[in-house]
């Protein structure tokens, strides 16, 4: 069945349900993990300096070089925690008996995760699914969409769970004890 599985992960409960689906799986079927991070300026954490780089730079001089020291700095400490990620979640899959090796890409998130599939050899890959706003889709693209139709092998698009909505004042449940007295 699936022998290789690339796992795509990142630090939000999205990427650790992607793991859990993805842990799960390789463990019935014997398979072994490739756990990829894609560093990529459309992801939030991401240290971002548009408008200081490019034809349309804020500062036609350039870019100081303390600037760019600190930008350096930020940057490699964007990729260290997403190291750190993949470190902590190959010893959990490595405790469960599962073989797991980590991959770090850098770009764009659909198009690195099919070139790593592809080099890593890879019979499947899962990803969650962030369910953007049909406007957000359409400018910023779908990282799922473009796997389910890029990828070099199968795609397991996991569905985010829906959270349980809180409970509002109108609606809490009154309970009534033996002794007459009223919880709220």
């Given at each position: 069945m699936f022998?290789?599985?690339?796992?795509?992960v990142d630090r939000s409960p999205m990427g650790k349900q992607v793991f859990a689906e993805a842990l799960s799986l390789a463990r019935s079927v014997g398979a072994s993990l490739v756990l990829v991070n894609i560093l990529s300026l459309e992801e939030?954490?991401?240290?971002?300096?548009p408008a200081l780089m490019g034809p349309n730079a804020?500062?036609?001089?350039?870019?100081?070089?303390?600037?760019?020291?600190?930008?350096?700095?930020?940057?490699?400490?964007?990729?260290?925690?997403g190291l750190r990620l993949l470190r902590s979640l190959a010893e959990e899959a490595a405790t469960a008996g599962v073989p797991t090796e980590i991959l770090?890409?850098?770009?764009?998130?659909?198009?690195?995760?099919?070139?790593?599939?592809q080099?890593?050899?890879?019979?499947?890959?899962?990803?969650?699914?962030?369910q953007h706003s049909r406007l957000?889709?359409?400018?910023?693209?779908?990282t799922s969409n473009y796997a389910l139709h890029h990828a070099p092998c199968s795609v397991l698009v996991v569905q985010g769970r829906?959270?349980?909505?809180?409970?509002?004042?109108?609606?809490?449940?009154t309970s009534v004890t033996q002794e007459g007295g009223v919880l709220t």
């Open positions: 022998h290789k599985i690339l796992v795509a939030e954490e991401c240290p971002n300096m804020a500062y036609p001089g350039g870019i100081s070089s303390s600037v760019m020291e600190i930008y350096q700095e930020l940057w490699q400490s964007y990729a260290e925690r770090q890409g850098i770009g764009s998130p659909g198009s690195t995760l099919c070139e790593l599939a080099t890593a050899g890879a019979d499947l890959i899962v990803m969650g699914r962030r957000n889709e359409l400018l910023l693209g779908s829906p959270s349980p909505s809180p409970v509002h004042a109108s609606e809490q449940v």
